[in-house]
């Protein structure tokens, strides 16, 4: 099931007594707990029969003492264990009274309690026994990471959702600025809003002055300057960023051109160059600038600058660097090494 297949039969009051939410991206995971705290029960309720615990703050022990509990003047009770990644039993299962005493609490759980289990930035392991039994009495939701070519669509069914218009352009930007953070870009589309109606369509420059893109000094417009070998422009853009680490963080900008420059050499493997969009994963208006780039970057080229990508990474956190070099001079000798 997804996040939002969930959220639905929770809003169709369709309950299990128990939800394991694990995985990578913590965004889905937030998604469907904040939704279970905030409206499985009303205010009333919640003084008696609402229970939040923290994992490193708590013990399996403690959180099922919670959840044997029935509820008072409700038909059920909740119980939500944030951060439950942090919990002992999450990190290691023996074979001793306590295992087994967890274990047989979920092989048949309380019907009357609804226990959540958040468990984040990792995958919860498969082959415990506590997994298994989870998997007969109630729901796990496995949430992994968005990959960076599906982004855009992401974005703009996030935006479509909350009932907003966004150019494909304006999309793209966020998309390769903001990273695969999901609830980091939430986060910034939502502030974004704030400041527009909803008759407003997201463009780059609404994108830009409210999320602190610099218009002329980003990732973005590096990767063009680059496309076309414009050397002062890559300069100026470097010499920006080497004065605003904060807001462009080296690795941020090298993973960015890591995932472009892969980008161009899957174009120029391309059988069909007609199907460029849909194989790398861009908008169909992006194609030009990868014909332009494969253009002015041979394969043997598009190589070479992969692997000065990653030299050049270890050097900016402090492997195989020699003297003390920051990042900005790191990025200006990498960049003149890619276009020369």
């Not at 038909?75 to 290691?92: G, H, M, N, S, T």
């Not at 759980?109 to 468990?119: E, G, H, K, M, Q």
């Not at 999320?211 to 050397?231: C, H, M, P, T």
């Not at 470097?238 to 963080?249: D, G, M, R, S």
């Amino acid at each position: 099931m997804t996040a939002a297949e969930i959220i639905k039969d929770l809003k169709a009051r369709k309950f299990k007594p128990v939800y394991l939410l694990h995985g990578e991206e913590s965004y889905y995971i937030d998604e469907v707990t904040d939704y279970i705290e905030d409206k499985l029960l009303n205010d009333a309720e919640k003084g008696f029969n609402q229970t939040v615990l923290y994992g490193k703050d708590t013990d399996m022990a403690t959180v099922l003492g919670a959840a044997k509990r029935y509820p008072m003047m409700s038909e059920f009770q909740v119980v939500i264990v944030k951060e439950a990644q942090d919990l002992k039993w999450a990190k290691e299962e023996g074979n001793s009274k306590e295992a087994e005493f967890v274990l047989n609490y979920f092989e048949k759980p309380l019907p009357s309690t609804i226990l959540v289990l958040a468990f984040k930035y990792a995958n919860f392991d498969k082959r415990k026994k506590i997994y298994k039994a989870i998997s007969k009495s109630g729901l796990i939701f496995q949430s992994d990471p968005v990959r960076d070519y599906k982004l855009v669509p992401w974005i703009e069914d996030f935006v479509k959702d909350k009932g907003y218009k966004i150019d494909p352009q304006a999309s793209a930007l966020m998309a390769e600025y903001l990273g695969t953070d999901l609830s980091k870009i939430a986060n910034e589309i939502e502030k974004l809003m704030l400041n527009i109606s909803k008759e407003v369509t997201i463009n780059t420059d609404l994108v830009q002055k409210n999320i602190g893109i610099s218009k002329e000094y980003n990732v973005f417009e590096l990767q063009k300057a680059l496309a076309i070998r414009d050397v002062l422009k890559c300069n100026r853009i470097i010499t920006y960023f080497a004065n605003n680490p904060k807001a462009n963080p080296t690795v941020m900008v090298l993973a960015n051109l890591a995932g472009y420059f892969t980008k161009i050499l899957r174009y120029h493997y391309l059988q069909n160059k007609a199907e460029a969009a849909s194989a790398l994963g861009i908008p169909p208006f992006f194609v030009k600038d990868y014909e332009v780039a494969a253009r002015n970057y041979n394969t043997g080229k598009v190589f070479q600058i992969i692997g000065l990508l990653r030299e050049y990474d270890l050097k900016s956190k402090g492997l195989d660097s020699s003297g003390n070099v920051n990042d900005g001079e790191l990025l200006k000798e990498l960049i003149f090494k890619m276009i020369h």
